[in-house]
């Protein structure tokens, strides 16, 4: 089976650092994506993982550790225009198979 | 190119009857999925094409629901005898075969069953 979990909601202030965790369990692992979804639009890339490590792009970094099936997405300098649903996804084997996405987290940036 | 479209981007449609949603990708992409999502949860897989070619389709798909790609082009997605659970934003998304899992996602067809 497959199983991608990470929190329902989150809030932080505008110019903190916020870390958005997601944990998974599949039958295979071939890379971790994360998309960014603002409410009521189509999602839209961030950032992929196939290696242990941290990955930066600007203000957003992913990490990814295989042997926890665990990701988090950082976000940082947090802007209110990051409020948006940020997506974990995962394809569970080689590059020809879907993504499989989780619920996603509700960030809310506040003043 | 002006991305991924999908039309209608709303349909209205009463129980029982049969609906189409057309998705036209960009066209250097060869890979085309078809997704569905609901309130608060994450897209769930439907269907994907690789040219014409139908490669996966979910077990959740029922028999009702029906997806080509004739000419490895546009895609269009037919439910048929639709039913209130089958009420989401359809989402159409097309990826390079080089990169095939950087999607590119359209603005999707809000289904309302009623």
């Known amino acids: 089976g497959q199983n991608i979990d990470q929190p329902t909601e989150m809030t932080a202030t505008e110019g903190a650092i916020v870390q958005i965790n997601c944990t998974y369990q599949?039958?295979?692992?071939?890379?971790l994506f994360w998309y960014q979804q603002h409410a009521g639009e189509a999602p839209t890339f961030l950032s992929y993982?196939?290696?242990?490590g941290l990955e930066e792009k600007g203000r957003f970094s992913s990490f990814l550790s295989r042997s926890k099936g665990y990701s988090y997405l950082l976000l940082k300098e947090l802007q209110m225009k990051d409020s948006a649903s940020y997506l974990c996804?995962?394809?569970?084997?080689?590059?020809?198979?879907?993504?499989?996405f989780g619920k996603g987290t509700r960030l809310s940036v506040i003043a | 190119d002006t991305g991924v479209s999908q039309d209608p981007r709303h349909k209205i449609t009463k129980r029982g009857q049969n609906v189409t949603f057309r998705c036209d990708p960009i066209?250097?992409?060869?890979?085309l999925y078809w997704y569905r999502q609901t309130l608060g949860q994450g897209p769930e897989f439907l269907t994907y094409?690789?040219?014409?070619?139908?490669?996966?389709k979910s077990r959740l798909l029922s028999d009702r629901f029906s997806a080509e790609r004739p000419k490895g082009s546009f895609s269009t997605l037919e439910i048929q005898r639709t039913e209130q659970g089958d009420s989401a934003m359809y989402l159409c998304?097309?990826?390079?075969?080089?990169?095939?899992?950087?999607?590119?996602f359209g603005s999707g067809t809000r289904l309302t069953v009623v």
């Open positions: 998304a097309s990826s390079l075969a080089s990169q095939p899992s950087v999607y590119t």
């Open positions: 599949t039958s295979g692992f071939n890379g």
């Open positions: 993982n196939v290696l242990d």
């Open positions: 996804a995962v394809r569970d084997k080689s590059g020809n198979t879907p993504l499989v």
């Open positions: 066209s250097e992409h060869n890979r």
């Open positions: 094409f690789q040219n014409e070619a139908q490669l996966e």
